[in-house]
């Protein structure tokens, strides 16, 4: 990918050295980061990196006025949003500004790369509305959960969902298909998908998050030490993501 130039204009000086890291063992430069609006356009100027990831609260600036003076200086500059404002307003106004991407804390690094790739492929906006993807949602409820993104499990475990939502009968043919199917596209075996999917399912319980289980299902599905199987709790993740298409 040409595309591997990254400035951070984050609000903290620990997000920014965080997303610094993750992106340069990932294959990026980071050719500088800062917590101030002023720094930062000056320095992408500077520097012509491809992408500016932004916050919008920033300590004394505004990160919209950031997005509107750099996107005029550089309309090359491909500016992604990371911040912690969830509204409408201010997802309407980082996109009229010029944000090619919103994406709100917390965030998926996985998801935070693939979307970069897909925006320097494709050279425009990825989705003009904005609104949260498929992978975004499922991602949300795992980290809301306590299913931290490092472990295999996470990552089979929210493709086992999103073939549910695609294809709901495959539940019901799990070790036959949906394993095997995962495997293939992680290039491991079926019982190694099926192990790391039930810790990454026990990690949760064990972490105690029952109850933001249940909240997030709408239901009282679990009390106590109850623990649901791999296909149990694919297939209500898979249910919640359907009715909100509905």
């Known amino acids: 990918m040409a595309f591997k130039k990254i400035y951070l204009l984050q609000n903290t000086e620990e997000i920014n050295e965080e997303l610094c890291e993750k992106f340069e063992s990932s294959g990026f430069e980071v050719v500088g980061k800062t917590t101030d609006g002023d720094i930062a356009e000056k320095e ?6 491809d992408f500016l990831i932004t916050e919008l609260v920033l300590p004394g600036s505004d990160g919209l006025k950031v997005i509107k003076d750099l996107k005029s200086k550089s309309p090359k500059l491909k500016v992604i949003v990371l911040s912690a404002l969830n509204s409408e307003e201010a997802i309407s106004e980082a996109t009229r500004q010029g944000a090619s991407y919103f994406m709100v804390k917390p965030y998926s690094f996985e998801i935070l790369t693939e979307r970069i790739k897909e925006i320097a492929e494709k050279g425009e906006t990825v989705r003009s509305d904005f609104s949260p993807s498929l992978d975004e949602k499922i991602s949300k409820i795992f980290i809301n959960v306590g299913i931290p993104p490092h472990i295999k499990g996470y990552c089979f475990l929210r493709e086992g969902v999103k073939m549910a939502v695609s294809d709901p009968p495959i539940i019901n043919n799990i070790t036959k298909k949906l394993y095997p199917m995962i495997g ?12 790391a999917i039930r810790h990454a399912i026990e990690v949760a319980w064990n972490r105690g998050r029952i109850e933001s289980i249940n909240a997030i299902l709408g239901v009282r599905a679990y009390i106590g030490q109850e623990k649901p199987t791999n296909g149990e709790f694919i297939a209500l993740i898979a249910d919640k993501m359907l009715l909100e298409m509905v």
């Open 184 to 195: 293939e596209k992680y290039k491991t075996t079926p019982s190694k998908v099926e192990r």
């Open 44 to 49: 992408v100027a500077e520097r012509s990196p």
